[in-house]
C-alpha cells in the first residue's frame, strides 16, 4: 500500500516536471534572428521555415525547422536558441567549391570534363531541389 502511494506521487511529479518543461519551451515567436550566413540570403532561408512570426514555437515545431533546413542541402549545422519571445536559428553553411583545375589528366579534355561535371552538377541540383520540396509542408 504504502509502495502504491509512494510509486503514485512520484509518477505524478514527474509528470507535473514534465509538462512544466514542454510549458517552458513553449512560446509565442515575436521575431526571427538568422545568423551566421554567408552566401546565402536570408529571404531564402525564410522561404523554406516552416514557421513565422506569431506562431507558437514548441518541441514539435523545433524539429520540424531543422529537418526543414536541413532538408535543403544548404547547411552543416543548425541551432536554434531563444532570446526572451525572439527565435534565433544559428547557421553553419556547406563549404562551397569556387574553382576546379583538371591537372595530369591526358585522355579527356578539359571541356568534355567541364561538361561532365556542369551535367552532374545539374542532376543533382535538381535532385536536392525535388527532396526539399517534397519533404516541406507549410503549416
Known sequence: MIFRVFKTLVLTGA???FAS??????FVIEDIELEGLGRIEAGTVFTYLPIQVG?????????????????TGFFSDI???????????VLEERPAISDITFDGNEDISDEDLTEALAAWRSRAAASSTARCWSGWSRS
Open 15 to 17: 509528470l507535473l516536471l
Open 79 to 89: 541551432t536554434l536558441r531563444r532570446r526572451g519571445d525572439v527565435l534565433i536559428v
Open 21 to 26: 518543461n514542454v510549458h517552458a519551451a513553449s
Open 55 to 71: 506562431d507558437r514555437f514548441t518541441d514539435e515545431r523545433s524539429a520540424e525547422i531543422v529537418g526543414a533546413l536541413y532538408g
